[in-house]
């Protein structure tokens, strides 16, 4: 049996949201650059936020010598108008550790296709 949770929210694209901060914050000129460079350093939490379903894959299976208790889960998302799904490693409490496997897709239709078909 396949889980998919729908996240309820009417819009989760936490892009909007980061640029009104700074733009509240150090005003209009310059927002943008300073966006791309929090985008690009909190890629994997952004998408996280930015998730609109999820299903959860499996535990993850690690190499490393001490066992971790993560989870893979399929996510499927909009961020800054951009649908997308990816493979994520999350913690028990909710929080993403890593993003995989992004792929930026050209619609909606196409992004819930590419997310039924994650493993």
Known sequence: MTLISIVQAPSRDAYPALLAGLEAQYGCAGSIEIAAHYLAAELADFHWDSRV??????AYESLEEEPSELDRVAI?????GVWFVATCLVDGNGAVHALHDLRLMPGEREAETAFVDLR
């Open 53 to 58: 379903a999820e299903r959860w894959l499996g």
């Open 76 to 80: 499927l998302g909009r961020l800054q």
